[in-house]
């Protein structure tokens, strides 16, 4: 594409010397164009065989089919008839029209036949639309204008600029709409160096203060990034309409500026100017963005207040946001009132539901957020919409957090019957649902069969390989992944230290610390340190540890300093255990778990005197032991388990089933081992107890007795997984031949019981 600055600052790009004196001489010509861009849509008359009949008697395929047959008309009869076809989207009526205008000779009318270009535009024909412009007895501003907005309506701002050039080269001078199409190409384009040109040519001839160029202008600095010369050019605009407020508001929420956005939208309604369901919509995504749910609300009742209520695009915007604020039973309510349901709305009540798993405070509200959203997608399907990607992609994440594969395989079935599996998308979501579930096997045949890999897909598979224990896979894999030429990004550098952690090869992750920083000028994040410093923990260096987390540009996380507590408590190295939950402890105060595991760790080196201290301090905190929460998935139904909750109808056949289990464990060489437990400092003594009913042990015993001999059992729990556990379900699997796989709150790993063994190695258990 040729670029603009050969011509505009050769000055080839003309306008009078002083715009203003045009634009008086000008204005019939620039008032054609807004009505021939924008038209009502009212037929009114027509004129057949010579006869005035009013048209409203006719339908459009009815006049189509008069005037195909040879009826006369006259001119000024034709724009209704193309705005009829443009409403209806009909690009067949505008070839009937066409060819009837070169039938009856209007075909050298300029004005009907610059329309003709809009109309071939309107309805996605763009090559007939360059046709006819270029066969015009003549081209003035509104044909030219009427190309270029078609290009950049089909999607093809270059063109748009192409044409803009050789309008300005052939002489014409554009008008204030003009120039706001050009600026909207460059948005489209997102070419910041060419908008500026134009600004600068704007500026040159004084139409920067005109509305609809101010606004065209704000929206291009907003979509390329500048924000602050979006709101000095909106702020430039001497009449500012509800387009203006809109697109300044807009600016700031989508670069970050959201509080800004609100101030705006503030001093819009104090200087009288009412919002339109664009601007409302905008403002709720801003009160998303800050979770601002009260005034979100206050939003919802000014909607409704302006007419808005049922606006389809405003509802959504406010179910996403009471989703992603944890108002639910407001959401749900209001989707049920809706009488017409699009697909848009079905895929917000999904996605809300997919996102809100990732905010709650606990696993077990995030378990029956991700079966809501399974129950909406399974009431879409029976409504008779078609899914889109979007929706596949949403319902195939939640899959992943819930680990439910029977669901997963059935959306992957439907996927296949749609058609939608070669989309990427909605390929690497599939890829990432099965590694999650643990079906690796499956994951990779997926990953193979997909049309086009993205970098989303390989760096899902990779990490895939590496939670599933499969090492070699996943750095062979990168390897491949660099030899296909596909740059890794950080999250990808993530996976493969992730793998090299799993395996203790502790000299190929510095390796591949130092080709991500050399190779790719990737600059190293808190999970690449995280990967290392668990290495260094694994291979048991935890002196290099912590000489390592000193080297760190920012603070450690959590993750960081529990591994580090996880590999003293395991190696007995009480100083440094200590250390590292203080650390720990800075950053979640309020933390049962990380002083569990500082008990443990001091109780098993008899360290009674620093036991005590830590106590005391639980007492004064009134800590209660971690949550424990256990669920599996069988047959679309969702069962929970605590070891304090009597209600569930099926605990004493469960019960028995695990006293049975560990009676045949124990003859297997399981020996239970004892915990402390946080309730324990009531009583004066510090005692050990017993693990026999936790959580997991209680779902595992459920899901054998409720599936099949050959279906996996596949649990997840709230909190981390003990030692005990960890080894009676590695006897389980191989006393029952059956699959086992957890995933606790240490989600970076799967524990995938096979035949005895656990896919992490006997690491990743912490307590």
């Known amino acids: 594409m040729a670029s603009f600055a050969s011509f505009a600052s050769s000055g080839t790009l003309r306008l009078e010397p002083d715009l203003r004196k045009l634009r008086a001489t000008s204005l019939a010509t620039e008032k054609a164009a807004r009505t021939s861009l924008s038209h009502p849509r009212t037929l009114t008359f027509t004129q057949l065989e010579g006869k005035s009949e009013l048209i409203k008697s006719l339908d459009l395929q009815e006049a189509l089919s008069r005037i195909k047959e040879g009826s006369k008309i006259d001119t000024f009869c034709y724009l209704p008839l193309l705005r009829e076809c443009i409403h209806q989207n009909l690009l067949s009526g505008v070839q009937i029209v066409h060819g009837h205008m070169i039938k009856m000779g209007f075909h050298r009318d300029l004005f009907v036949m610059a329309f003709l270009v809009n109309a071939y535009s309107k309805c996605g024909n763009m090559e007939n639309a360059h046709k006819v412009f270029d066969n015009l007895p003549g081209r003035n501003v509104v044909a030219w204008t009427a190309l270029m907005k078609g290009y950049v309506h089909n999607s093809q701002p270059d063109f748009a600029i192409r044409v803009f050039q050789e309008m300005l080269e052939g002489g014409s001078y554009p008008t204030n709409i003009t120039l706001g199409i050009s600026l909207n190409g460059c948005s489209v384009l997102k070419s910041i160096e060419l908008g500026k040109q134009i600004h600068a040519y704007i500026i040159k001839y004084q139409v920067q203060h005109d509305t609809s160029v101010g606004n ?7 979509k ?5 010369s979006a709101v000095k050019t909106f702020e430039k605009i001497t009449e500012k309409n509800v387009i203006s407020w809109t697109a300044v508001i807009s600016a700031c929420g989508d670069n970050g500026r959201a509080a800004k956005g609100l101030r705006l939208f503030v001093e819009m309604l104090s200087n009288g100017v009412e919002p339109n369901e664009l601007t409302l919509t905008s403002v709720l ?3 998303c963005t800050l979770q601002s749910l009260g005034l979100g609300s206050q939003v919802h009742a000014l909607s409704i207040t302006l007419g808005h209520g049922t606006n389809e695009h405003i509802i959504n915007s406010i179910l996403y946001l009471y989703l992603k604020c944890g108002w639910t039973d407001e959401a749900a309510k209001l989707f049920h009132g809706m009488e017409d349901v699009g697909l848009v709305t079905w895929n917000v009540m999904i996605s809300g539901y997919a996102e809100l798993m990732n905010h709650v405070k606990e696993d077990l509200s995030a378990y029956h957020s991700g079966t809501e959203a399974l129950k909406i997608f ?3 399907n029976r409504s008779g919409t078609e899914p889109d990607p979007f929706t596949f992609s949403s319902i195939l994440s939640v899959c992943s957090r819930l680990v439910a594969l029977e669901q997963g395989e059935q959306i992957h079935a439907q996927t296949l019957k749609t058609g939608y599996l070669s989309d990427a998308i909605v390929g690497s979501a599939l890829v990432n649902m099965y590694n999650k579930c643990g079906s690796i096997d499956k994951a990779s045949k997926a990953f193979v069969e997909m049309s086009t890999r993205t970098l989303i897909s390989w760096t899902s598979m990779i990490s895939g390989f590496a939670h599933n224990g499969q090492i070699q896979q996943a750095l062979q894999l ?3 992944m660099r030899i296909a030429g596909v740059r890794p990004n950080q999250i990808t550098v993530v996976g493969v230290l992730s793998a090299c952690s799993h395996a203790g090869m502790l000299e190929e992750a510095l390796s591949y610390f130092e080709m991500m920083q050399k190779d790719y000028k990737l600059k190293p994040v808190m999970d690449h340190f995280a990967c290392l410093i668990n290495t260094f923990v694994r291979v048991g260096k935890l002196e290099e540890a912590f000489e390592f987390v000193k080297k760190m540009e920012f603070q450690p996380n959590e993750f ?15 100083e440094l255990a200590i250390y590292a939950a203080k650390e720990l402890l800075k950053l979640h105060p309020e933390d049962a778990e990380t002083y569990q595991l500082l008990l443990t760790t001091l109780m098993s080196a008899e360290k009674w005197e620093y036991a005590s201290i830590v106590k005391e301090l639980v007492r004064e905190k009134k800590l209660e032991k971690p949550t424990d929460w256990s669920w599996i998935s069988i047959k679309d139904k969702v069962h929970s388990f605590n070891p304090d909750d009597p209600l569930h109808s099926e605990k004493s056949e469960t019960y028995g089933f695990l006293d049975e289990l560990l009676d045949k464990a124990k003859n297997f060489g399981y020996e239970p081992l004892e915990n402390f437990e946080l309730n324990d400092v009531k009583h004066d003594t510090m005692t050990f107890s017993s693990p026999v009913h936790h959580s997991e042990k209680l779902a595992v015993a459920f899901g054998l007795l409720n599936t099949s001999n050959a279906a996996t059992v596949r649990i997840i729990k709230s909190s981390s997984m003990c030692r005990d556990s960890h080894n ?19 989600s970076r790993w799967l524990h995938k019981f096979v035949d005895g063994q656990c896919s992490c190695g006997d690491y990743a258990c912490l307590l």
């Open 378 to 380: 399974l009431n879409l």
């Open 560 to 574: 960081i300093w529990s591994r580090l507590l996880a590999g003293c408590r395991n190696l007995g190295d009480t």
């Open 728 to 746: 009676f379900m590695k006897a389980i699997s191989s006393i029952t031949n059956r699959k086992i796989i957890i995933r606790d709150r240490d």
């Open 478 to 480: 990168f390897e491949d």
């Open 224 to 228: 390329c990034g500048g924000l602050d």
């Open 285 to 287: 995504s801003i009160c």
């Open 216 to 222: 065209s202008l704000c929206s291009l600095y907003s």
